[in-house]
């Protein structure tokens, strides 16, 4: 029988990648840019947004927005910050594709740079990442009355 992860868990996995990467630290899933002006983030960061999902005959696809930003201290130094954030991005795509996970990353994964003026200088890169798990779909264990 094929086993799968519910949306908490893969949640819980992206939040541990992030916690566990020595560059980033503040970890965050919700939306993105409603958290951006509290006091408590703490840059470097990693913000996760759930952006949508799909059920196919036996998997499901979970597509996450993945944020990797840092404060520019001044405008000058957003190719820099830019950089470093690449580099971080690549890191956890790395993870994501580590074979001993139960779903399946893409071979392309597109980035988006952003650098933002309001409510800090802040610089980075969006990667647009679909996870896909397998999914029983199996009636026989759905509960019911």
């Not at 409603?34 to 996760?48: C, G, W």
């Not at 392309?108 to 003026?117: A, D, Q, R, S």
């Not at 309001?118 to 264990?141: E, F, K, S, W």
Request: aromatic share 10%; glycine share 4%.
């Amino acid at each position: 029988m094929a086993t799968t992860l519910t949306l908490n868990q893969t949640i819980k996995a992206l939040t541990d990648y992030g916690n566990n990467h020595a560059q980033i630290n503040f970890v965050y899933f919700g939306e993105v840019y409603n958290r951006l002006s509290q006091e408590d983030v703490t840059y470097p960061a990693m913000f996760i947004t759930l952006e949508s999902s799909n059920i196919l005959a036996k998997q499901i696809e979970f597509r996450f927005s993945l944020y990797f930003m840092d404060r520019q201290l001044q405008e000058t130094e957003g190719q820099e910050v830019l950089s470093d954030m690449t580099q971080v991005c690549g890191d956890i795509i790395a993870q994501l594709r580590n074979n001993s996970n139960i779903w399946d990353a893409p071979d392309n994964i597109p980035l988006e740079y952003f650098v933002e003026g309001d409510p800090d200088y802040l610089a980075g890169v969006r990667a647009d990442v679909t996870l896909t798990l397998p999914l029983i779909n199996d009636r026989c264990q759905v509960p019911t009355k």
